[in-house]
């Protein structure tokens, strides 16, 4: 049985919050990818999820809250995290951060780590579904676990069939990739993920930054393959291969591909990283065998775009190696 999707209207918001508020699982768009939420103070809906979506229970979730205010709550602030989240929040920022003792978090949302992933979306639809469930929301990327993750609603319920109470219908979301995590937790700083607020832009607020890759320095879901469509990916394309479909980058194309799609054809990485995943999924289908990718600029949003294409492109599962503090 698939779930029922509906438009995002103020009604439906309320339903949505109701559900929620009684321990089902909700889809809803953010600003930056749909999410599939559920009640973050509760053991057995945040349980949920991980059935919902298959996915690894050592691998912890993001917590959404309408403000800052509701952050702290939750996790404990510095002066440095209150900074980024004033500057960045509501948007498609995570703060990793140290779980308050008596915050009455669901342990299960962050996986037995002593930290916890929090973001304020800036997606009207999440907001009020924040303020009108009046609970943090637990939500990953509403997609099946090491999939693509959903821009549209109509992604979310190709995916998800089982466990899902309502999908809210908010149209394609505008940044396309999932948020920037950064984690506050520690020094330095650390980037666990590159999204829409850039490296860049980071690091002229706090100075040097670990970046993704560097030493133990992991999100314990950012595993080499995930956002794996199910034919290959080729990064860098320069020339087409029999059977493969290009996903072009800027204004000239590459000749002998018989399907082409352009993730910006003014060389915009905005208008790229929306693309981005909605296109994957549209040439991930028969009669292709592959998907080509045109060289994208490895600096602001790029490096998010990038980052997501790798994991696209890896074909091999490794077994993972998780940064656990000492209980
Ligand atoms: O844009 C987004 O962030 C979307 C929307 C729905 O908010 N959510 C999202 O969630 O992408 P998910 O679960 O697909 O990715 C969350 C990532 C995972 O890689 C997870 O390992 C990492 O955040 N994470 C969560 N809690 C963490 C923690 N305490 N320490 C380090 N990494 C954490
Ligand atoms: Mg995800």
Known sequence: MSATTVPASPEAIEIAA????????????????YGLGADAMSERSVAAIFSAKGRPRFNPLIVHVPDLAAAEALA?????ARRIAAQFWPGPLTLVLRRRYHSGLSL???AGLDTVAIRAPAHPVAQALLRASRRPIAAPSANRSGRVSPTEAAHVA????????????????????????????GEPPAL???????????????????????????????LPSHY???????LAATEARPGEALLAYGADTLPGFSEVLWLSRSGDL??????????????????????????IPEHGLGRAINDRLRRAAANIRVEFNSRRRSP
């Open 18 to 33: 109701r559900l929620l508020r009684a321990g089902e699982l909700v889809a809803f768009p953010t600003e930056t990818v």
């Open 228 to 234: 794996a469509p199910s034919l290959p990916v080729r």
């Open 192 to 222: 666990l993920r590159p999204g829409a607020v850039t490296l860049e832009q980071l690091t002229e607020l706090l100075g040097p930054i670990a970046a993704p890759g560097s030493g133990s320095v992991k999100a314990p879901g950012m």
């Open 76 to 80: 404990e602030f510095d002066a440095r």
């Open 158 to 185: 190709e995916e998800l069939v089982d466990g899902v109470a309502l999908i809210l219908d908010g149209g394609p979301t505008a940044v396309g990739i999932e948020s920037t995590i950064l984690d506050l937790s």
């Open 270 to 295: 905005a208008e790229a990283a929306a693309n981005l995943f909605a296109m994957l999924r549209r040439l991930d289908r028969p009669p292709f065998t592959g998907i080509a990718v045109m060289p």
């Open 108 to 110: 299960l949302a962050s």
